[in-house]
């Protein structure tokens, strides 16, 4: 019995071993294989880094205002009697907006028309009397006195039936009226925005430092998502002559043509302020970079010294880490880490790696533009 044990023991042992040898030469067939497997190089496309002049600019976050806002009040208490405007239309300086009621106003001044009349002719007789010598002069004062108490009065009448009448203190656009007809309006109840829209001002700052560079005059490129694709020329018309002691900024104001009423006040936008001088700069497009927390990167496109070694592609790719600049358009400008005339791959860097193997077509190679104008947005 313990000798069949062994027997079949021992026969266990030779098929392990023998099942153990083919799979090890297995393994060994595989990693032979891996180890003389060439793997495909991908096929990129490139874009040289080459230098351009660039208008240097100071960017800024700014506002949109008008040259002329303000929300209409009425000065005197009074019931709306007549609303002479629609929400939303253009009004004229002079235009009547919203009238009060009048009547007890035109009443009184019905009343002291009259006293004045009589007061003139009072005055007109005191004249001739005195003329005959038949007054004093006192009397003659005391009249004339009268007369012109009572043209205030008329004067002081009028102004109050004309302050019920609510005009347009300039050409603009009104906004929604907050009020109705029939509504008893208490003195200082708002009624009616009113805002001139064209010309239009924006208001943005910069940090003291750049108050050297900043002066009247210097035009203006500004932008917001009102107008995607679309920015707006205009120049700087004031500086103010103070700088904010908590943040240490200037207030910087430009003013711009708005023939379309498109901007419109409180709008945010992104201001650049055009410098005169022209800088040389060296750039790339915008999607050869590898943007990440360690540090923005390019692949950097290589001759390979020994191509039979390497796939026989002859390029290959080094990763280079690059200090970027202003981005414009579809451009980022490159203040260190390439010089002119290197070739990055420009497009798809994000699955690519260093020392890899590359072959260039740049058929299908993205068209970078300073201004683009994108056909789906």
Sequence with gaps: MFKKLIITAGGLLVVLAFVGGIKGLQIFTLIASAKNQVIPPDTVTTAQAREELWQPTLNAVGSIAAVEGTTL???????????????????????????????????Q??????????????????RELRAQNTNSESDLDSANAQAKQADANVA????SIAKKNITAPFDGRVGIRL????????????IVSLQSLDP??????FPQQRLADLAPGLPVRVTTDALPGQSVEGKITAIDPQVDDSTRNVQVQA???NPAEKLRPGMYSDVAVLLPAHNKVLVIPETAVLYAPYGDSVFVVEDVKNPDADGGSGKILRQQFVRLGETRGDFVQ???????????????????????????????????QLAPKPTDS
């Design 200 to 205: 239009i001002y924006v208001n943005f700052s």
């Design 255 to 257: 003013t711009m043509a």
């Design 73 to 107: 009040a009425n000065e005197l208490a009074g019931t709306v009697t007549r609303i002479a405007f629609e929400s939303g239309g253009r009004v004229k300086k002079g235009d009547l907006l919203v009238q009060l009621d009048t009547s007890a106003e035109e009443a």
């Design 334 to 368: 490159v203040v260190s880490g390439l010089q002119a005339g290197d070739t990055v791959v420009s497009s798809g860097v994000f699955k690519l790696r260093n020392k890899e193997s590359v072959v260039i077509d740049n058929t299908l190679a993205p068209n970078a």
């Design 179 to 190: 009020v109705s007809l029939g509504q008893y309006l208490p003195a200082g109840t708002p």
């Design 109 to 126: 001044l019905a009343s002291a028309e009259a006293n004045a009349e009589w007061a003139r002719v009072s005055l007109k007789r005191a």
């Design 156 to 159: 002081n009448i009028q102004a």
